[in-house]
T-cell receptor, first 115, second 109 residues
Framework: AQSVTQLDSQVPVFEEAPVELRCNYS??????LFWYVQYPNQGLQLLLK??????LVKGINGFEAEFNKSQTSFHLRKPSVHISDTAEYFC?????????????FGAGTRLAVHP | DVKVTQSSRYLVKRTGEKVFLECVQD?????MFWYRQDPGLGLRLIYF???????EKGDIPEGYSVSREKKERFSLILESASTNQTSMYLC????????FGSGTRLTVV
């Protein structure tokens, strides 16, 4: 069975500082990996995804993530955050299970950007 | 762009009521999902459906059922609402990627 662990429940950071949100997964089969963002009182929006190919994936709003198969990690990074990046971020893994494609989420990381 | 619409943004229901949460997608997707979101737990899969009249249990199906009579509509049913079902409920559909609705915040009093 697949599972996702987001290592930090909350990450406070100052504006214009770099940030890394950590995500580890476990799976015995090939996976697809995703990062979603949820702004206050809104639904989930896809930031980026890894399906295959280059292990460095670039997404929207200046975010990027690196797939590391040996460490089973998919950490999200941004070199300089803005106040508007304050949101909750979810890492997710998807794979075929019993013929169905299911998305399994981590518990989320709340990013708080301070001026 | 695919649209996934959840009919209610906020709902307040009484304990013991039967509750219907509706979700409609406009792109003929076969796969649809219901999640609940709780602080510190992330999103947990309740039920999913891969075709009309087909359904599969997710990780936390207890206390819920679903209905998929038409491809575009996937309903989540709380047969007898309880206070521990107070949560944010998110619907999603999938073809080559997942699209989520805006969510329904259900409060059971």
């Amino acid at each position: 069975a697949q599972s996702v662990t987001q290592l930090d429940s909350q990450v406070p950071v100052f504006e214009e500082a770099p940030v890394e949100l950590r995500c580890n997964y476990s799976s015995s089969v090939s996976v697809y990996l995703f990062w979603y963002v949820q702004y206050p009182n809104q639904g989930l929006q896809l930031l980026l995804k890894y399906l295959s190919g280059s292990t460095l994936v670039k997404g929207i709003n200046g975010f990027e993530a690196e797939f590391n198969k040996s460490q089973t990690s998919f950490h999200l990074r941004k070199p300089s955050v803005h106040i508007s990046d304050t949101a909750e971020y979810f890492c997710a893994v998807s794979s075929l299970s019993g013929g169905y494609n299911k998305l399994i989420f981590g518990a989320g990381t709340r990013l708080a950007v301070h001026p | 762009d695919v649209k996934v619409t959840q009919s209610s943004r906020y709902l307040v229901k009484r304990t013991g009521e039967k509750v219907f949460l509706e979700c409609v997608q406009d792109m003929d997707h076969e796969n649809m999902f219901w999640y609940r979101q709780d602080p510190g737990l992330g999103l947990r899969l309740i039920y999913f459906s891969y075709d009309v009249k087909m359904k599969e249990k997710g990780d936390i199906p207890e206390g819920y059922s679903v209905s998929r009579e038409k491809k575009e509509r996937f309903s989540l049913i709380l047969e007898s609402a309880s206070t521990n079902q107070t949560s944010m409920y998110l619907c999603a559909s999938f073809l080559r990627g997942y699209t989520f609705g805006s969510g329904t915040r259900l409060t059971v009093v």
